[in-house]
């Protein structure tokens, strides 16, 4: 079955604000990694507490994944290093997502 | 001048980071030494204040936590005067000013134990009393009294950082349980203490190092900045010691304090609660140039200053 | 060339059987980072040693994909934490996969 | 009631934990304290058994092991007469409890030194022995005599955990080089032995908040069953130690290991041979009800009343 | 809109060359997260320093993708453990990439 | 023969690592324990230079260097001769065995402290001008004068490695504080020193361990020169010791140093400049097979070689 892969890489210090706004639209579990990197904010590495990113993935309903994209745009883009792109994946257990 | 073997730590890790040498402390490390520091520097005081009328002390914390006030606004009211910078991110430097640095701190417990000068070390319980403030005031500032995130959340953030925690907690424990009860936790958290902080420093030095490449993106004023105000704040720092009856090694703590800039508790509280303010400008300041200098300069020199100014039996 | 890039997330506890897993199907090699996470079986993070979660990919031929999830479906879903996705990737030396 | 600092470093973390304070230990740093622990714990008795004539003992293990088989079939019984869980379940928490927790043993050891009671440091020996005939118990009550995952791969899991191999490792180092051979090791692993110790309960009370949370999830029946259990156990553990003609202290020690659940060996083997058993369940009784209850109220515990009753010079 | 996603898992040691190459060829970011794994030239694992991997994420025009498939494979495919992949993603903001 | 402790730990790791235990030091636990036995020993070769007239020694660094030099010409044109190893494989070896392993040289050091045998702790000067002429000659044989990525990029990775920088800033600060300014960073870098190498070692026998499947698949050949070559280098390194005048203690030392292979800075520099160089030839044999067998029999042999054969007041 068809789903969204949404992937946002951004600031560590937002975790918490995401897993909620994630949960919010209502998708069912996300995975984070621990990750830097480097885009028009600068370089951003774990080289210091403050610095590093995370990456969230959010396997969902394509609708689901929109909110959670348009809710970060509005929220965070302007303020704080962050990207996020979507992709398609199958799944084998649709309920689960 | 006395010559302090960690700050050879420090200047060997900025050495080895500005060359850009293929090492570095892993984030774990760090953590560790932070906490040990924090535990150890808590210790202390707790151990000392088992041994004070520790109640007559409680006033002096509020006097104490009004310096972190007055030098925000001092801070503040610098920069908006010298209109460079938007009130957001002048109002974020404050909050990093008018909080403090423990590293310093510990640079400076360290350094008086290398001259032999005797201090207050439950002054530990100043920088707890100094970390929130000036953080608040900083968020005050720009949001008015209804920050974004809700003042919930900004207090967990501020009161529940580890620095005010591991503070904390290290000086009830201290409290609690006295010298003698510290005794079998001394050869971990009091006599390794300088081998960690040297570490530590050694860490910091990559660190500033690393960070030392933006100082030229933000400018002389910035630069300007960050080594003048810390010569006011250890004036503040100083003459409040001084109407606190300390000791001239109390004042050499207090003078510090008001010279150091947070680099932990205050860029992680203004990212969420400010987040319009740059964050490298603050960071730059605090990690790359105001640690430094203090480090290497500012410590001696403010117990120079004292040694010679200060009257022997505090105010 | 195209192949399948397939996306598993579990307990740490099932690294050494997922590999065999992975091998047995006839894959060629396989990545793993550490991860963390929220799903159905509750928040897994690396707060405490049993509690992280792995996240393996392997990039293989489709049937190979389809046996490992399938291999994985009949063993693992109902005891372990384990998600898993699969999605399409091009590759330029198809003879290492 | 004696206090040892290193409970109120438990609390320090606990209280830290429910208040969602930002603080962690990073994992590499919890990997670090149990090695040194594990190390630290084996080479003591190593040492001690380096003067006895540790043949005599050998015989002892093997009523140690059984005391672990009992613990765990009374867990068992208990719980599946209760009708509240099933088989599955009922088994993996027998495993737990009928195994043991190092770090329990350490704040036990700790508790003695503090109160100056000697102790048959030996016992670390036992703490080996009993970590997994209990385990292998669970397994068997649930599968039978034919594991899923096989035996090689059941006996690998079990015998070649870190706790086994380092507990052993530093008891036959201890053996081998002695006291004096340890010497050079003291710093590290005798005389910061309590600093580890304490940073390790300042972690344990952050995990066990984090995990209290499941606890209400899981109902009453489970918290009495993790409250009681211990005071079965300890009783189980301080007959068998006047069975053995221990000294007072070995009583301690081996009530507190009867008391004790184990939250890394038995999980891990666990998830693995009995899958459809919920972790949560076990490890919310372990981790996050057995093991604060034991350093806060047990060992004290155990030792008040061993003290009142245990005759003088063993069975 | 439409990007390509580039995925390299490569040697650790290889990360300040394969920085500089990403962003000689114009892409404008990229995300790393530390990883293991095994392939041809082996296991690679995070057990010994030398040994550990990198998983290199970068999104960017097809072109630039393009390039930098070239370019790596022309330098390293011969010497280093490498394994590269691309795939189709949506982003929300084209002119980050 | 001596059994020093630390050998044990060794052992315990490399047993663990075979029967592959469910055990593993994190990689930052490592890299801490690194930096820490780096400091210790640069720090401890300092302080002896602050006591000697070290600007005497400066022409004994050449000499130092010019053994490295040779050492890997030796291996160089052994295994070329053999026409088993394409001339880029050979070369790699040639660096790796021309250079030096640190922790090696740590446990020759812990050695001398355990049978009480006095050494030329500057000899710490010696590991740094050992560990890079040999991996620049290596680099020479294959690419000539222009290597690949610039001789820029290759004296940065050469030179600015975490041993060079770690124990030259050791030793400069020790030579600039002196005993006295040492002492407060004693608890850590000093007394606990054996400590760490004890943990060091530990996970040294699980890496060991790990790759020891490897031997096999690289043949009888790659086996027989990994132990045979160290024989060679100590002797090499026993005879320098001679010339520059050094006592028992020193030429154990120096014969450890050749007979010991790079397993860190020259693995990562070859992997660079040479990248058509097998890594895990050279690897296996420096870390499988040399540095186990320095552990565990050359330390020893060395010593019992010298201190029959080298003549009482040095050459
Ligand atoms: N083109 C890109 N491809 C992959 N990751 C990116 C890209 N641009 C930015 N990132 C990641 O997203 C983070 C925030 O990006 P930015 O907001 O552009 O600074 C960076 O630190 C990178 O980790
Ligand atoms: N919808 C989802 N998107 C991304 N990752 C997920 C999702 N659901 C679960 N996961 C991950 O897969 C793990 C196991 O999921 P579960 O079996 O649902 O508990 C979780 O701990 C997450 O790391
Ligand atoms: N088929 C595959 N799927 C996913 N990752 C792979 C695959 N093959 C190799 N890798 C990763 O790429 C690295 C280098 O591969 P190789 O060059 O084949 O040794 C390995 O260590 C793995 O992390
Ligand atoms: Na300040
Ligand atoms: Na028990
Ligand atoms: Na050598």
Redesign the pocket.
Known sequence: MKRKLLTVITEQALERQLVQCIKAAG??????TEARGEGQRGVRNADFDQGANIRV????EANVAQQISEELHRRYFRDFAMVLYLSDVEVLRPE?? | MQLDPVILFFLLGFGAGLLKAEMRLPSAVYELLTVVLLLSIGLKGGMELAETDWVRLLPQLGGVALMGVVLGLLAFALLRLSRKLPRSDAAAIAAHYGSVSVGTYAVAVAFLDTVGVPYEAYSAAFVVVLEVPAILLGIILVRGLRPDNGWNEVMREVFLGKGVVLLLGGLLIGLIVGAEGVAPLEPLFIDAFKGFLALFLLEMGLVAASQSGTIRRHGIFLLAFALVFPLLGATVGGLTAWLLSMSLGGAVLLATLGASASYIAAPAAMRLSVPEANPGLSLTAALAITFPFNVLVGVPLYYGVLNALYPATGG
Chains 1, 3, 5 share one sequence.
Do not use: D, M, N, R
Request: glycine letters at 8%; a neutral charge.
């Open positions: 998708a069912h579990g996300y995975t984070i993935e959010v396997v969902c689960k997502f």
